[in-house]
């Protein structure tokens, strides 16, 4: 919960959520097995991006492109349930669970890594306007099959993504993002649930962490208004940094050790 907390505070502050914080922390701290870990952060990050959508509507503050993003979330969906299938089939196809967790760090740190060097140059790459819904879908369904198996949620990857296809500012993209991963996360964790694969954990820890993230959200949320977008940046790119350093040691303890 301590970890949820903080990362879901550091996370919103510098606009790219906590799921993409949580997950390798808690591998790397090996608290509980790899499956449970991903439960538990898919579980969070689902709580977080709803309260937020919900926050955002009932206030009248959403700048969420319903048509466009209705699509993606579609795709979303759909990319949730068949990236759980794919990790469920790479966890049955390699010989411990562990090394499940050590590839969806390779897979983290390459996604994280190609996202860092996006936001070190955007200002350099002109955007797009994708406006064809069947291109929508399909992007959304890239995400989605991302971040249900990685058990992520969207990460900064999400919001590039949305910049660059979509030309979306900062806080346009960032809203955009989760009410995509309400789609992904949700259906991700219907069809975990509906294939009997919810491994064993302690229900008031999952609440827990669920409440820890929508405060640490609340309170990042709050002091990201008083950062400077120059100073934004710079705390984005410097926790990439750190998640791509604990993705390597995670690397390391799963598959090389």
Do not use: H
């Amino acid at each position: 919960m301590i970890v949820t907390l903080l990362a879901c505070t550091l996370g919103s502050i510098c606009g790219m959520g906590g799921g993409v914080i949580i997950k390798p922390v808690l591998d790397a701290l090996g608290l509980y097995g790899v499956s449970t870990i991903n439960f538990l952060s898919g579980c969070t990050v689902l709580g977080m991006s709803s309260w937020s959508v919900f926050k955002t509507l009932a206030r009248k503050e959403s700048v969420i492109k319903f048509k466009t993003s209705t699509s993606l979330a579609l795709g979303a969906a759909a990319g949730g349930i068949t990236g759980k299938q794919i990790y469920g089939l790479t966890e049955k196809s390699i010989a411990t669970p562990d090394m499940a967790g050590g590839i969806q760090a390779a897979v983290l740190f390459i996604a994280v890594l190609g996202t860092f060097i996006y936001t070190v140059n955007k200002d350099k790459i002109k955007s797009k306007t994708v406006t064809n819904i069947m291109w929508c879908v399909l992007i959304g369904f890239l995400l989605g099959n991302i971040g249900a198996f990685l058990g992520i949620g969207g990460g900064p990857f999400n919001v590039a993504v949305l910049y660059y296809f979509f030309s979306m500012d900062t806080k346009t993209a960032a809203q955009n993002s989760l009410y995509v991963i309400v789609f992904s996360q949700a259906a991700g964790l219907m069809q975990t649930a509906m294939s009997n694969k919810v491994p064993d954990f302690d229900v008031w820890i999952l609440i827990g962490m669920i409440l820890c993230g929508v405060i640490g959200s609340e309170i990042g949320r709050r002091i990201n208004k008083g950062l400077s977008d120059k100073k934004a940046t710079q705390l984005l790119e410097g926790v990439m940094i750190l998640i791509m350093l604990i993705n390597v040691y995670n690397i390391i303890k799963f598959i090389v050790i």
